[in-house]
């Protein structure tokens, strides 16, 4: 059974920064693409920053120049680095994986939600003005 645990969630002042990392287990073979998407009670989920297989990374306009999004290509880990953190950062961060290559690209370029991928169960961040 696939699994994606996120951790490094917490809380923050404007302008700090925090660390996120996501450790999948029980996959086989390497995702298509991994990325994290963030979410706030009573809005949609939104997509922060995804990486293909082939290293090709995408973030949010909001997030530009201040997150960046890595991986650990010996173990699957995902990260993102959070700095110059503003309050409307404020959410639920979740990582995801899609393990099939032709909606990889989709959920990589297009933050999609893929149809048959994985999701972890979330790591709060609070950003406090």
């Known amino acids: 059974q696939v699994r994606l645990m996120e951790s490094g969630g917490g809380s923050v002042q404007a302008g700090g920064s925090l660390r996120l990392s996501c450790r999948p287990s029980?996959?086989?073979?390497?995702?298509?693409?991994m990325g994290w998407f963030r979410q706030v009670p009573g809005k949609d989920r939104e997509g922060v920053a995804t990486i293909l297989n082939d290293g090709t990374m995408k973030y949010a306009d909001s997030v530009k120049g201040r997150f960046t999004i890595s991986q650990d290509n010996a173990d699957n880990n995902l990260y993102l680095e959070m700095n110059s953190l503003k309050p409307e950062d404020t959410a639920m961060y979740y990582c995801?994986?899609?393990?099939?290559?032709?909606?990889?690209?989709?959920?990589?370029?297009?933050?999609?939600?893929?149809?048959?991928?994985?999701w972890g169960q979330g790591t709060q961040v609070t950003v406090s003005s």
């Open positions: 029980g996959n086989r073979y390497p995702f298509g693409c």
């Open positions: 995801a994986a899609d393990p099939l290559l032709n909606t990889a690209t989709t959920m990589c370029s297009e933050f999609s939600v893929p149809p048959y991928g994985y």
